[in-house]
């Protein structure tokens, strides 16, 4: 709808009011789907980082180890193994926060756009509602005025004639 019909019945704002909300909820959806790519990014480059820092504690640890005159024993090979699967666990748990992180930022983004949408159907509903009740507004006034115009087409007041009331005047009952 559009005109001057729904400006007088302010159906208009409502619905900008709603489409302006669900603008406002699709930029919040961008700004935390952004935010997911930024918790990936992060994470992967925390990885890289925690990677090479890996390398370096077991170089450093096989360092020790030379020094100390037992790197062929088993003891030594268990301790290195122990070491990179310390090192890997890490590794792993820094992405898996890096992906939780950036699994909330997506939920936000999809609750966002879905309270976007609602608030759109709101403002429609509200515009709906508003026009209905101008017009009914509308049609009382206009009803009225010819209530106000006296005497009924179908007689004159006090012989009988026309619909039951006061001097021959019709009411508004909803009945033709």
């Known amino acids: 709808m559009g005109g001057i019909f729904e400006t007088l019945s302010g159906a208009a704002g409502l619905r900008a009011e709603g489409k302006s909300a669900q ?74 926060e890096g992906e939780i992180l950036a699994g909330r930022a997506e939920s936000q983004a999809e609750l966002d756009i879905l309270q976007g949408k609602i608030a759109k159907r709101r403002g429609k509903t509200a515009a709906r509602a508003a026009n209905i009740k101008f017009g009914t507004q509308v049609a009382v006034l206009a009803g009225g005025a010819s209530f106000l115009k006296g005497k009924t087409d179908a007689g004159t007041p006090g012989t009988g004639g026309g619909l039951p009331g006061v001097g021959g005047k019709r009411f508004l009952t909803g009945f033709a």
Do not use: H, M, P, T
Request: hydrophobic share 55%; no cysteine.
């Open 23 to 96: 603008n406002i909820a699709n930029f919040n959806a961008a700004v935390a789907l952004q935010e997911a790519k930024a918790q990936r990014a992060k994470a992967g480059f925390a990885q890289k980082r925690q990677a090479k820092r890996g390398v370096q504690i077991k170089s450093a640890l096989i360092a020790k180890l030379g020094a100390a005159g037992g790197i062929g024993s088993a003891v030594a090979a268990d301790l290195a193994a122990e070491q990179a699967a310390e090192l890997e666990l890490e590794n792993l748990l820094i992405g898996f």
